[in-house]
Each structure stands twice: as structure tokens, then as C-alpha cells.
């Protein structure tokens, strides 16, 4: 019997073909996860532009109807009358306006002091309203601080619930005497009360009922009055057609002092994150919470997804449609924030 024995050529070349079918198969499975990472991509993107286009058909209509309601002329869509309702008590404080609850706070044993609505002066409707719990220290000072943010002119409704004037201090009492209260000065322990004033203008109302007893609690109070609303022009500040972004998100909320300002308005390079400053151009969103959303539109504004996507997903679709708007620049800086709910 003869046994060849083979080359040391021999086992190197088989060893050399041996490593090049591995070199192949791993190309071949570098590939194939190559097209499989693209399909995914390619299925996010048309996923993406798909809410995308939805989106901006619903936007369409919307704009649409809202151009209709445009053409009517502003003093027709203003209210004939502002009829005010206002109760304070122990356990629930509301507000109405013509007939509509617009606010309303009845849960048990939360929310005691006094609560502030801030109203359109010509539409009747909310644009701020906070709580002070003036039980506490400290609340009187954050309530004055907030009223000195509010523009001139707007109507200001303070309705106490449970408890609010334990920690009122004499200066918090002195700014109310000074917008025309008489019975703020007065207010004691466990007292019921409702004041109604225009900023920086003419007293409408006030009601007092004093609790008895160390004790006890004031008698629930109810105050009704009838305003006539101001013109919607006279409500708006006379700024520049460039300002129109400014103007749609001063007519809707209140306490962004000089923001809003008629006279001085700050620069609207006011709160950028401070990460991209001064150079924030483009904001993207996901979720809605409405006050974030009329800050952020004050910039640019875009809904990139209208479901609760994966965050990933919807930064790597924010970066690819800020790569299309600015395909010629040379870098981008992307920030990101977590906004929590007001």
C-alpha cells in the first residue's frame, strides 16, 4: 500500500481557499444586514412621511376652515356681552363665562388660597390661570410677581378657596388696595372672597363673607356681572405684520411679561435651550402639550409625528428632514430636551 504525502503547497493552498469561501460568506452576510438595516430605514421613512402627509392634508383642511372664519370680520366674532359668574367657598371655586364653565376646581383638600384667572378682555376667554396657596410662605410674593407679568388691560378674576390669607403679607395686601380692593386688606383666617378687575383699570366686583369662628369657614359667595368686551383690534398690541407670530401667541396666553409687552417687546431670542444659543432655527416636536407647542411655534414648528413613535425614531426623522431643508450646509448642531407637562 502507498500512502502519498502530500506538499506543504498543498495544505497551503487549501488553507488559502478555505479562507477565501469564508471571506465570501462574510461579504455575502455584510451585505444582506447592509440591505436589511436599508429596508428598515427605508420602511421608517415611508412610515414617517405617511403621518407626515396625513398631518398636513388635516392641516390643510383646518387652514381651510380657518380661512373661512377669517374673512368674517373681527368685531362679529366678538360677544355681544361678557356675563361673568364667580363662586368662592370652601371646597370649590368655578368660573363661567356666558353660561360656560371655564374653570372649575372642586377636588377635596387640594388647591386652597387663592386662585387667578386671566381673561381676554374682548373674547371672554382663559389665557392664564395659576393657583397661590397664600396659606403657605412665599405664595403671596410668586402671586404679585406673576400679576406684574400680565398686560395692561386684561381682565382679573381672584376667587379664594378653603383658605388664603394666612401668609398675605402687608405688601401683597397693599398691591391689592392699590388695584382697587377694599377688602383685601381685611381678609382673615378662613374668609371667603371674590375680587374682579381690569389691570391696571377699573374695579367690576368684589364680595367678602368673614368667617364667624376661629373654626369655621366663610359662607359660600357668588358674584354675577355683565361686561361689555372691548373691540378685538383695541385688545391686540400694534406691532409690525413681522410680529405676527408674536401677536398669535400673546392673544392666547398671559404671564410672559415682556414678551407681550405693547411698548418694549423682548427680543424673541428670549428662551432658547441654552445648549443652541443663539442659533436654534428649527423645532421639532412629538407629543402635544399646548403651551409648549405655542412657545416653540414662535420659532418654527414642525409635528414630525402625530402617534407615540419611538423617540429614535423620531430623532432620526427630525435629523433627516432638517438634512433636507439644509442639504448645502455644511454642519448642523441637533438639541434635544425632555419637556415635562405643565
Request: with cysteine; aromatic share 8%.
Amino acid at each position: 500500500m502507498h500512502l502519498r504525502n502530500r506538499s506543504p503547497a498543498h495544505h497551503s493552498y487549501r488553507s488559502s481557499t478555505q479562507i477565501m469561501k469564508m471571506l465570501r460568506r462574510k461579504k455575502w452576510l455584510t451585505r444582506l444586514l447592509q440591505s436589511g438595516v436599508l429596508l428598515i430605514l427605508v420602511v421608517t421613512a415611508i412610515i414617517n412621511i405617511s403621518f407626515i402627509m396625513n398631518r398636513h392634508e388635516r392641516k390643510d383642511g383646518y387652514r381651510e376652515s380657518k380661512t373661512r372664519e377669517d374673512s368674517v370680520p373681527e368685531g362679529d366674532r366678538r360677544p355681544a356681552e361678557l356675563s361673568l359668574g364667580v363662586t368662592s367657598s370652601k371646597s370649590l371655586v368655578y368660573v363661567t363665562v356666558n353660561g360656560q364653565t371655564v374653570y372649575q376646581d372642586d377636588d377635596f383638600d387640594v388647591n386652597r388660597g387663592i386662585h387667578l384667572l386671566v381673561l381676554n378682555q374682548a373674547t371672554g376667554k382663559v389665557m392664564a390661570k395659576q393657583v397661590f396657596d397664600t396659606y403657605s410662605s412665599g405664595e403671596d410674593q410668586a402671586m404679585l410677581d406673576f400679576i406684574d407679568r400680565i398686560s395692561k388691560n386684561r381682565i382679573l378674576v381672584f376667587t379664594i378657596k378653603d383658605e388664603g390669607s394666612f401668609q398675605l403679607k402687608p405688601e401683597a395686601r397693599s398691591a391689592l388696595r392699590g388695584m382697587g380692593s377694599v377688602t383685601g386688606e381685611k381678609l382673615a383666617f378662613r374668609d371667603m372672597w371674590i375680587f374682579i378687575c381690569y389691570k391696571g383699570g377699573q374695579v367690576v366686583s368684589e364680595r367678602h363673607s368673614k368667617s364667624d369662628k376661629m373654626g369655621d369657614w366663610g359662607k359660600r359667595i357668588t358674584v354675577e356681572e355683565v361686561l361689555k368686551p372691548v373691540l378685538l383690534q383695541e385688545s391686540k398690541c400694534p406691532w409690525s405684520t413681522t410680529d405676527s407670530k408674536r401677536q398669535e401667541f400673546c392673544d392666547k396666553v398671559e404671564g410672559y411679561g415682556r414678551v407681550c409687552d405693547c411698548d418694549d417687546p423682548a427680543p424673541l431670542t428670549f428662551h432658547p435651550p441654552k445648549s443652541a444659543y443663539p442659533h436654534l432655527r428649527t423645532a421639532h416636536w412629538s407629543g402635544y402639550w399646548h403651551r409648549q407647542v405655542d412657545a416653540v411655534s414662535v420659532y418654527l414648528h414642525h409635528e414630525t409625528t402625530i402617534q407615540a413613535l419611538e423617540i429614535n425614531l423620531h430623532q432620526w426623522m427630525s435629523i433627516f428632514l432638517e438634512w433636507l431643508s439644509s442639504v448645502e450646509t455644511g454642519k448642523e448642531r441637533v438639541a434635544s430636551e425632555d419637556l415635562e407637562k405643565p
